[in-house]
């Protein structure tokens, strides 16, 4: 018989629990070592960001230690930090995809509580470049600024406090609208990170021509004292402000920061709880008018102030592509961007004219080149519609018309702008005949290359906008349309350059209904040029739009 353990027999031995915060941490570094052995070109990647990142780590602590007693350290200290904690708190909105360990919702169904899960989180998102880079910025930040004890001490209280709320931003943020990042709106906004990058630049370039004017430094003092107690960078102006002995003021900029740091995390922890326990959009019925049709079939506000018929249908479906397609969506934005940045920001610098109005003429009529292109492979639904010369016709002028309800207002709107700017009023009507002559051009030539020069746009990938072997047909479309733009606009310029020339400034307003007129004839004459092409291409139109 076997021995029968007796009730007073001792337990064996459990093992010991790993805390959650070492659990996470081991996590994510599992995370990033998996991730780097996936491909060479992944590490290469990683390692040349650390490199990158190093350098200008080392750059910016020595720009630092350089600034160290001018009078305008503090100013530069806490409106870096700034600028450092604006990006942690967007980052999240434009590279969803950048880190795993961002989304929480692949948690929700593990048994842990939000409190141990914030604090596991928070511990381990500071295992990576973006934080140890940003420690080194803070450290340099209050380096420039620090002088005598209590601005050491400050200092040693506040590197960590900014390194821990910029990630705390960054996570509570992510927490707060990863069920828009995870879905297709949110990859929509990833797409238009490019763009938010090249705004910067230009915005940060003005910064640098006005700053590097003499007393550009003094002009933003305002701005820093404003700044100096907006958390993280409040953590900074209170090294500042005990280096001056103002040991009250530094107090409160300290608790200040610390204060925001607690309700970050009480943000983030509220919005785990939610994240676990509320259901999200694809389990919530649609309610019972979500659907409600205006004439002719039009749902929503468009189908209420659309024409009705064939018209109003073909532009309610390209603005609604404006707004659902991910490649149109960001096309129509950089468009709209750009031709505002680039007049207005020329003319801020002092080095515009009113003829930069132009500029958003023409980064609006390039959307009119490939319409048939936009639609990939469901253009055969389109092509279904179209038999004849007038159903091409028809089609083409709904999708213009379709621009046009954006681009003519937002042109008038630029190139009153730029004018305002230059506080020429007197070339108002020029600069608007001119632009509304190129806008004619350029749409006239788009609809005339959309039928003889179709190309697909590839769906499968978000930084390729042509299918491999269509790389001519696309250069070709774009910059032969443009060059037979430029053409169709030489009256238009040559009766500009006479006026001016001939000293007969009184006449330039001529060049307004002149140019709106001409824009109109040149529109009408390039739709009626395309139509009968189109009617008779469908089948190559198709093939070339289908492709990839």
Sequence with gaps: MSAVPSATAPAPPSAAVPSLTSVFVRLKLSLLRNGLRQSGGRTAAYVV??????????????????????GNAGTVAVLLTGMVALSWAVMPLFMPGGDETLDPSRLVMLPLLPRPLVRALLVASLVGIGPV????????????????????????????????????????????NI????????????LLSGLVIAVGIQVVNFAAQRLSEPGGLNAIEPAASVVGWLPPAAAIGAVDAASDGDHAVAAVRLLLTAATLAGLLHWWERSLVRLMVEPDGSTIGASPDAGARGKDGGTGLLGRVLPGGRTGAVMERSLR?????????????????????????????????????CFASGMLGMLMYNQFGQDTSAFWMVAQTISTPADAYAELRARTLALLA??????????????????????????????????????????????????????DSGYKNVVPGQAGLAWISIF????????????????????????????????LPAGALYGALLVWAGLRTAAPRTANRLPEILAAVSKG
């Design 49 to 70: 960001s650390a490199v990158f990142g190093a350098l200008f780590a080392a750059g910016m602590l020595l720009s630092f230690v350089l600034l160290r007693g001018n």
């Design 480 to 511: 032969g349309g443009m060059l037979a733009a430029a053409l169709l606009c030489a009256p238009l310029i040559g009766a500009a350059v006479y006026f001016h020339v001939a000293d007969r400034q009184s006449l330039l307003w001529t060049l």
């Design 179 to 190: 069920r828009l990042l995870t879905s297709r709106k949110g990859r929509d906004l990833a």
């Design 321 to 357: 592509y404006v707004w659902r397609d991910p490649k149109t969506k960001a096309a129509w934005v950089t468009s709209l961007a750009l031709g505002l940045i680039v007049p207005v920001f020329n003319a801020l610098q002092g080095a515009g004219s009113i003829y930069w109005a």
């Design 133 to 176: 880079l940003t420690l080194l910025l803070a450290f340099g930040a209050a380096l420039s600024v620090a002088h005598g004890v209590a601005g050491t001490v400050a200092a040693v209280l506040a590197v960590p406090l900014v390194t821990v709320t910029c990630v705390a931003l960054s996570r509570a943020v992510a927490a707060a």
């Design 406 to 459: 954006v681009t003519l207002p937002f042109t008038v709107l630029v190139t009153v702008l730029t004018t305002a700017v230059l506080g020429d009023w007197a070339r108002l009507a020029e600069g608007l005949g001119l632009a509304f002559g190129l806008l004619g051009a350029m749409l006239a030539t788009g609809a005339v290359a959309s039928a003889v020069y179709p190309y697909s746009i590839p769906q």
